[in-house]
């Protein structure tokens, strides 16, 4: 009698804290449970890029930095409590932004079915719907099932997050930890063909590249000349510039010509044609179906990326705030079960 009921304690104990991960995500997961679920994500995504055309890249990057911390389970959705500083705190992510526009999603679903659809295949679903939204059709498929994770730390996406500093074989580094390759990190890599850079991330290349007030030889000579009509010092922290010039509202595959020319905005884009098979894949990503069709592949690998199914994680209500499941009572019950 107590071994079955020390295995029902185990059971409560799981469900709560997220030790299981049985299921794996798949198509139309909210088929029965929230059948309009996908379809209210896009209607409130389009509803929002239609008026913010900046939109697509702030979700589309907030949705690779909450992959790559603790895999795609919504962490960076959370905020810092008293005892704990969370991922959005930290540098990489502090210029993120568009988490109003979760939470506006996030409440419409609720409205449909409370409890179901978890943040984390929310913020999976809005990065891909809000980059559709120039195509009026899906740009790659997103399998759902995903559950939200139960921690979120700072030092995490310090430690995890791929720096717009790194060269090449840190970058390959960083990818592969999450089990993604290097055709995989050329290819998301393109997903800088749309938004903007702050001039702290690459001024360094502009004014002193090896700490001797010197710039970057990798860097196009003319386009170097015009980041410092809009980057006056290393000391500019809020000044941004288009990543992809003249195209950074455009999804597309310009990104790789510009590379082609010199002309990556980080040196981590740059770094990308100091490997010869990366180079490669830059000149046949070039072509637009090309990139469009690869992009597609790495952003569904992407997003499985150390994923919490089953009974992992929890379900929030609040995509901003655990849901509090350990509470008086269920601590109750667990105190009454142990002593029966």
Known sequence: MKTNILLLVCLVVAAIFGVCQGSSLKKSFYEKTCPRAEKIVKSVTWKHVSSNPNLPAKLLRMHFHDCFVRGCDGSVLLNSTANSTAEKAAIPNLSLSGFDVIDDIKSAVEKECAGIVSC???????????????FRKPMWQVLTGRRDGLVSLAT????????????????????????????????????HTIGIGHCSFFSNRLYNFTGKGDQDPSLNSSYAQFLKTKC???????????????????????????LLQKKGLFQSDAALLTNKQAKYTIQELVRQNEFFEEFAKSMKRMGAVQVLTGTAGQIRKKCWKLLEVFNGSLNAFIVTLLHF
Do not use: C, W
């Open 232 to 258: 006056k010092s290393l000391n500019d922290t809020t000044t941004t510039v288009e990543m992809d010039p003249g195209s950074f509202q455009k999804f597309d595959s310009h990104y790789y010509n510009i």
């Open 156 to 191: 995490e996406a310090l430690a995890n997050i791929p720096s717009p500093f790194f060269n090449f074989t840190q970058l390959q580094q960083n990818f592969a930890k999450k089990n993604l390759t290097m055709h995989d990190l050329v290819v998301l890599s393109g997903g």
């Open 120 to 134: 984390a295949d929310i913020l999976a679903l809005a990065a891909r719907d809000s980059v559709s939204f120039q």
